[in-house]
């Protein structure tokens, strides 16, 4: 059974944190490809990170290297998104998202299962 359940969006100030989760069931946590994708308004969907969760290896968008840092708790089959130095230009939804393929990469946004995804609003 596919579940994606996000949470941990919210409103913060340019500089600040926030931490993304996103809780999945077995099936669709384990030996996937999941990543957390953004759409602000008018907008294209961007892939902002993915993650192969089964060796933890991770792919970042290079607009968020350096201050995004995806985690994993494979004991709760969840991942995190901890956002930090926030930026006006990081507001949009974020949607966690899986898929059972093997491609996995930076920017990917072709992904088959969803989240029903989590506001997060950056103020200058």
């Known amino acids: 059974q596919v579940h994606l359940v996000e949470s941990g969006g919210g409103s913060v100030q340019a500089g600040g944190s926030l931490r993304l989760s996103c809780a999945a069931s077995?099936?669709?946590?384990?030996?996937?490809?999941m990543g957390w994708i953004r759409q602000a308004p008018g907008k294209e969907r961007e892939g902002v990170v993915a993650?192969?969760?089964?060796?933890?290896?991770?792919y970042y968008a290079d607009s968020v290297k350096g201050r995004f840092t995806i985690s994993q708790d494979n004991a709760k089959n969840t991942l995190y998104l901890q956002m930090n130095s926030l930026k006006p230009e990081d507001t949009a939804m974020y949607y966690c998202?899986?898929?059972?393929?093997?491609?996995?990469?930076?920017?990917?946004?072709?992904?088959?299962?969803w989240g029903q995804g989590t506001q997060v609003t950056v103020s200058s």
């Open positions: 998202a899986a898929d059972k393929s093997y491609d996995c990469y930076s920017g990917q946004t072709d992904f088959t299962y």
């Open positions: 077995a099936y669709t946590y384990m030996r996937s490809c």
């Open positions: 993650i192969w969760t089964g060796d933890g290896s991770t």
